[in-house]
């Protein structure tokens, strides 16, 4: 590749890395995002880290959250650049990262599957820990690789510092920091600078859920997600990882099918052919942290959604930049082809999936809860609101009042016989179809708020009296 190429594929996907990342940032909290505010940030450190835990508490970001929370105040934009700007730093550092060590292509390649991702651009912009544990399986992951490369004492203190890190803002990282710890530990000039490194970073994050032990025992059983079936179980740590987070965004579970079978074939056929793999050692630093973090979700049946294993994708995408660029770089190759065409094939299926969502997300609030509380008060700010959508406590944090659920033909009739001017908010997703005979009234005002989220709409009805 030549230099103007190289420079002009950076600043091309790095203006589209940022922009889809910072744009629009200020839109109204959405979903987990509420429970971290209310629940975490703005009560403080006491119940952050001693009270009721739930696997939407993460930690280390609602300290850092609660942190900016009392400086600036309570703003969206702040506590979403506390997770974006993580994100960004990890993806500008293992992209050098791999420039250096392996060439120009498999920095360009990680940074377009970062970018690319519609799940990532999905959580990290929201004000969750996403970022900041996948800023540190990044620096896990490439201070790993240089410690078994130039065995330094300091690239072993930035693999458990990480670890660290990556643990107190999600507990199930500390799979990954001890699977990759234990490959580490088989190194002799390692082992012993690794045995104490490892039994500091268990005690550190012991003593941090030491609070919690019961409550992250029984977070195993939560009904968030889907379970791994048995008979899935050996492509899960490609179907349950990469393959969503190129081409779905959160709240959409995957289920194994015969299309996500083929781009599990398409990327193992990728990952085969990375340099990376041809280290036994590095191989398992990249490697094992999936199949043993995956596989343990399986073996506990416990219920995972994609985003649980996002920072899984750090090592995955190095895997597949790396064996992408060296498929195209011996594209000339007739013994290639067959491999050139996989990765074609999984590259152009990765821009045909994506591209729509990625486009979309820093253009649309994911949830359109804030503008619809905003036109509610706008237009009738003292009408009874009922409401037809699967998280109705959204919409009355952002409308400041109790909304009357409604799920039943009979709820629906009920509303229809109001006596004073209603606001009916409809959200079909993930619930089944109502339709109260009342919405066709005469003077019934309709609203229609769109969203790249859960149902990608939201229908508001500002109904006259009966």
Same mark, same amino acid.
């Given at each position: 590749?030549?230099?103007?190429?190289?420079?002009?594929?950076?600043?091309?996907?790095?203006?589209?890395?940022?922009?889809?990342?910072?744009?629009?940032?200020?839109?109204?909290?959405?979903?987990?995002?509420?429970?971290?505010?209310?629940?975490?940030?703005?009560?403080?450190?006491?119940?952050?880290?001693?009270?009721?835990?739930? !696997?939407?508490?993460?930690?280390?970001?609602?300290?850092?959250?609660?942190?900016?929370?009392?400086?600036?105040?309570?703003?969206?934009? #702040?506590?979403?650049?506390?997770?974006?700007?993580?994100?960004?730093?990890? $993806?500008?550092?293992?992209?050098?990262? %791999?420039? #250096?060590?392996?060439?120009?292509? /498999?920095? =360009?390649?990680?940074?377009?599957? /970062?970018? *690319? /991702?519609?799940?990532?651009?999905?959580?990290?912009?929201?004000?969750?820990?996403?970022?900041?544990?996948?800023?540190?399986?990044?620096?896990?992951?490439?201070?790993?690789?240089?410690?078994?490369?130039?065995?330094?004492?300091?690239?072993? #203190?930035?693999?458990?510092?990480?670890?660290?890190?990556?643990?107190?803002?999600?507990?199930?990282?500390?799979?990954?920091?001890?699977?990759?710890?234990?490959?580490?530990?088989?190194?002799?000039?390692?082992?012993?600078?690794?045995?104490?490194?490892?039994?500091?970073?268990?005690?550190?994050?012991?003593?941090?859920?030491?609070?919690?032990?019961?409550? =992250? *025992?029984?977070?195993?059983?939560?009904?968030?997600?889907?379970?791994?079936?048995?008979?899935?179980?050996?492509?899960?740590?490609?179907?349950?990882?990469?393959?969503?987070?190129?081409?779905?965004?959160?709240?959409? &579970?995957?289920?194994?099918?015969?299309?996500?079978?083929?781009?599990?074939?398409?990327?193992?056929?990728?990952?085969?052919?990375?340099?990376?793999?041809?280290?036994?050692?590095?191989?398992?630093?990249?490697?094992?942290?999936?199949? /043993?973090?995956?596989?343990?979700?399986?073996?506990?049946?416990?219920?995972?959604?994609?985003?649980?294993?996002?920072?899984? &994708?750090?090592?995955?995408?190095?895997?597949?930049?790396?064996?992408?660029?060296?498929?195209?770089?011996?594209?000339?190759?007739?013994?290639?082809? $067959?491999?050139?065409?996989?990765?074609?094939?999984?590259?152009?299926?990765?821009?045909?999936?994506?591209?729509?969502?990625?486009?979309?997300?820093?253009? %649309?609030?994911? +949830?359109?809860?804030?503008?619809?509380?905003?036109?509610?008060?706008?237009?009738?700010?003292? *009408?009874?609101?009922?409401?037809?959508?699967?998280? !109705?406590?959204?919409?009355?944090?952002?409308?400041?009042?109790?909304?009357?659920?409604?799920?039943?033909?009979?709820?629906? *009739?009920?509303?229809?016989?109001?006596?004073?001017?209603?606001?009916?908010?409809?959200?079909?997703?993930?619930?089944?179809?109502?339709?109260? %005979?009342?919405?066709?009234?005469?003077?019934?005002?309709?609203?229609?708020?769109? +969203?790249?989220?859960?149902?990608?709409?939201?229908?508001?009805?500002?109904?006259?009296?009966?």
């Amino acid at each position: 590749m030549t230099r103007a190429l190289v420079v002009g594929a950076y600043a091309l996907l790095g203006s589209i890395l940022v922009w889809s990342h910072l744009a629009r940032l200020g839109g109204g909290y959405c979903c987990d995002e509420i429970a971290t505010v209310v629940d975490y940030i703005a009560p403080g450190p006491h119940t952050i880290l001693a009270g009721d835990y739930v !696997p939407n508490n993460h930690e280390l970001y609602s300290l850092v959250g609660w942190a900016t929370h009392e400086v600036v105040g309570d703003s969206a934009i #702040v506590l979403r650049l506390c997770a974006a700007i993580p994100f960004l730093l990890a $993806v500008g550092i293992v992209t050098a990262w %791999l420039h #250096v060590r392996l060439g120009a292509l /498999s920095g =360009i390649l990680f940074l377009f599957l /970062s970018t *690319a /991702s519609p799940l990532l651009l999905d959580i990290t912009r929201q004000a969750r820990g996403y970022g900041l544990a996948f800023l540190a399986m990044s620096v896990l992951v490439i201070a790993a690789i240089e410690a078994d490369r130039s065995k330094r004492t300091s690239a072993l #203190v930035a693999v458990f510092v990480a670890g660290v890190v990556g643990s107190w803002t999600l507990p199930h990282f500390a799979i990954a920091l001890v699977t990759v710890a234990t490959v580490l530990l088989m190194q002799t000039e390692l082992r012993a600078r690794c045995a104490v490194g490892l039994v500091v970073s268990t005690a550190a994050i012991g003593v941090w859920y030491l609070p919690h032990v019961d409550d =992250i *025992a029984h977070s195993s059983l939560q009904s968030y997600g889907h379970r791994i079936t048995t008979a899935w179980a050996i492509t899960s740590p490609i179907d349950q990882t990469i393959v969503p987070a190129l081409t779905l965004t959160d709240d959409v &579970l995957l289920s194994p099918s015969l299309a996500s079978l083929i781009f599990v074939f398409g990327f193992l056929v990728v990952i085969a052919a990375s340099p990376l793999s041809r280290n036994l050692t590095t191989a398992f630093v990249l490697g094992a942290p999936v199949v /043993s973090t995956v596989l343990l979700f399986w073996a506990t049946q416990t219920n995972v959604a994609p985003r649980f294993f996002s920072f899984l &994708l750090v090592p995955l995408f190095v895997l597949v930049a790396t064996g992408a660029a060296s498929i195209l770089t011996r594209a000339a190759h007739r013994r290639s082809l $067959v491999r050139t065409v996989v990765v074609v094939f999984v590259l152009g299926a990765v821009v045909v999936e994506s591209a729509p969502l990625v486009l979309a997300i820093p253009r %649309l609030p994911r +949830q359109a809860q804030r503008e619809v509380a905003e036109r509610i008060r706008a237009e009738e700010p003292t *009408a009874p609101v009922y409401a037809h959508v699967p998280y !109705p406590g959204d919409l009355e944090y952002h409308l400041g009042r109790r909304v009357v659920r409604v799920y039943t033909r009979e709820a629906a *009739a009920t509303m229809c016989k109001s006596t004073r001017r209603l606001a009916y908010v409809d959200q079909t997703w993930a619930i089944p179809p109502l339709t109260p %005979l009342c919405l066709s009234r005469r003077g019934t005002l309709h609203y229609h708020f769109r +969203q790249y989220a859960r149902g990608k709409a939201i229908e508001l009805w500002l109904i006259p009296a009966r």
